[in-house]
């Protein structure tokens, strides 16, 4: 399973950016795909994440100015980034667990995309 990571860039504080990552390679079924960022200096931490069944969850940080939404038909996930703040200056990392298939039974798989620098100026 591969996870390309998109979107990234320079903005202005109170802009707004989306992020994309689409999964290829083969798989049973995704359980869950989401966002995790690092700035400098400090620990990974999950940003958003939607399940399966289309439930999703935010860092209190960004709830209310980041949407995370899905496309099932590319196995794509967007994270739509508005209201940006200087704090929200990371590397975004996708990530994604996946079920595979292995022999007669499956495995759960993660994933990591590449990470993508996004940088509010204030």
């Known amino acids: 399973v591969q996870l390309q990571a998109s979107g990234g860039g320079l903005v202005q504080a109170g802009g707004s950016l989306r992020l994309a990552c689409a999964a290829s390679g083969r798989w049973l079924s995704i359980d869950t795909m989401g966002w995790y960022r690092q700035a400098p200096g400090k620990q990974r931490e999950l940003v958003a994440a939607?399940?399966?069944?289309?439930?999703?969850t935010y860092v209190d940080s960004v709830k209310g100015r980041f949407t995370l939404s899905r496309d099932n038909t590319e196995n794509t996930v967007y994270l739509q980034m508005n209201a940006l703040k200087p704090e929200d200056t990371a590397v975004y990392y996708c990530?994604?667990?996946?079920?595979?298939?292995?022999?007669?039974?499956?495995?759960?798989?993660?994933?990591w995309g590449q990470g993508t620098l996004v940088t509010v100026s204030s």
């Open positions: 990530n994604g667990r996946f079920r595979r298939s292995v022999g007669y039974g499956y495995e759960y798989t993660t994933a």
């Open positions: 939607i399940s399966s069944g289309g439930t999703t």
